[in-house]
């Protein structure tokens, strides 16, 4: 068996316009697309995952338009407005912020979740030189 005639009918047979990146020496150009992720190219494991994901927009959105039905455009528009300004609240960059008002007004202080018990991994705590975390935070570095 010729495997060299092999090889090349497979080769030819296979598409790879999809495998090989747009550049000029035919290589990923990461300082454009930046890099590449196998895992940013996947599509949700479970048919709830994109849901859960956006469950909390699409609620906020969902009461947004009850709210201006029942009581006109402003509410809404204040309600944003305290949802915005508790957002900005924050504590310094070394230290984990609990983001209490944004809880209180969403109504998430009265109920236990599963980041409440084993702690987001996102939001870990994380100890590190607090002068340089916050000049870093505000552009000085």
Do not use: W
């Amino acid at each position: 068996m010729d495997t060299r005639g092999l090889r090349s009918q497979l080769k030819d047979s296979v598409p790879v316009a999809g495998l090989c990146p747009q550049g000029a020496y035919g290589i990923q150009d990461s300082m454009r697309s930046g890099f590449s992720s196998v895992k940013n190219e996947l599509l949700p494991s479970h048919p709830l995952e994109l849901s859960e994901k956006n469950f909390q927009p699409n609620k906020d959105k969902m009461n947004f338009s009850t709210l201006r039905n029942i009581q006109g455009l402003h509410a809404p528009l204040k309600l944003q407005m305290e949802y915005r300004a508790a957002r900005q609240i924050q504590r310094l960059p070394f230290l984990q912020s609990s983001n209490l008002a944004l809880d209180t007004l969403r109504g998430n202080d009265e109920s236990i979740g599963f980041e409440d018990i084993l702690c987001d991994p996102a939001q870990s705590e994380m100890m590190g030189e607090p002068h340089l975390m916050v000049e870093y935070n505000l552009g000085l570095l």
